[in-house]
Nanobody
Framework: QVQLVESGGGLVQAGGSLRLSCAFSGRTFSSYGMGWFRQAPGKEREFVAAIKRSGGITSYADSVRGRFTISRDNAKSTVYLQMNSLKPEDTAVYYC????????????????WGQGTQVTVSS
């Protein structure tokens, strides 16, 4: 069974940066596409970024493209989300997701989820 554990959330001022990490265990990490989603209070969980198994291809939501960078280290079974130029509207619980071969941008289509980590951006 795949387990995902996120870390790195916190409180930051607008314009600041945070790096989230997600540790993967239980299966062969390099066989799984990985992604990040977020959910703000009263809103649906939304796609943020995804990375393919090899790490060579990434995709981003329009709202974060150019500010966020997803990466993975297959040797450490960890995926990262570097968040720069943070805005108050980035405030949400951020979730790591995994799906065999390729993460879907539709949250319900993904198989495994972490517990989430809170990111709060103050203005």
């Amino acid at each position: 069974q795949v387990q995902l554990v996120e870390s790195g959330g916190g409180l930051v001022q607008a314009g600041g940066s945070l790096r989230l990490s997600c540790a993967f265990s239980g299966r062969t990490f390099s066989s799984y596409g990985m992604g990040w989603f977020r959910q703000a209070p009263g809103k649906e969980r939304e796609f943020v970024a995804a990375i393919k198994r090899s790490g060579g291809i990434t995709s981003y939501a329009d709202s974060v493209r150019g500010r966020f960078t997803i990466s993975r280290d297959n040797a450490k079974s960890t995926v990262y989300l570097q968040m720069n130029s943070l805005k108050p509207e980035d405030t949400a619980v951020y979730y790591c997701a995994a799906r065999y071969f390729l993460v879907s941008t539709t949250a319900l289509d993904n198989d495994y989820w972490g517990q989430g980590t809170q990111v709060t951006v103050s203005s």
